[in-house]
Nanobody
């Protein structure tokens, strides 16, 4: 079991940038699928990006692939989501998630952070 804590949310103007971080603690040995999700008010939760920690390429949702970058910092057990050129549609609660299964086998991630609010106006 792992614990996830997000940070870095906030308010930004259209076209601005934010960087979210997710600190992972607990049983961090082995490989994991790491993901970022977001949920806007009244909408379903959607996948933003995900990666298998052994080094597969990162998957991005189509609407975000040119503006968002997911990265890993092994030294601090932290993964991040750099969001550039944000649009008002990006207003949502953003969640990080981790699961020990291969990304393609996951229906619902088993470990979730508490969420961090991003507001774009």
């Amino acid at each position: 079991q792992v614990q996830l804590v997000e940070s870095g949310g906030g308010s930004v103007q259209t076209g601005g940038s934010l960087r979210l971080s997710c600190k992972v603690s607990g049983h961090t040995y082995g490989t994991y699928c790491l993901g970022w999700f977001r949920q806007a008010p009244g909408a379903a939760r959607e996948l933003v990006a995900r990666i298998w920690t052994s080094g597969d390429s990162t998957y991005y949702a189509n609407s975000m692939k040119d503006r968002f970058t997911m990265s890993q910092d092994y030294a601090t057990n932290t993964f991040r989501l750099q969001m550039d050129n944000l649009e008002p549609e990006g207003t949502a609660t953003y969640y990080c998630a981790a699961d020990s299964r291969r990304c393609g086998l996951i229906d619902v991630f088993t470990n979730w952070g508490q969420g961090t609010q991003v507001t774009v106006s």
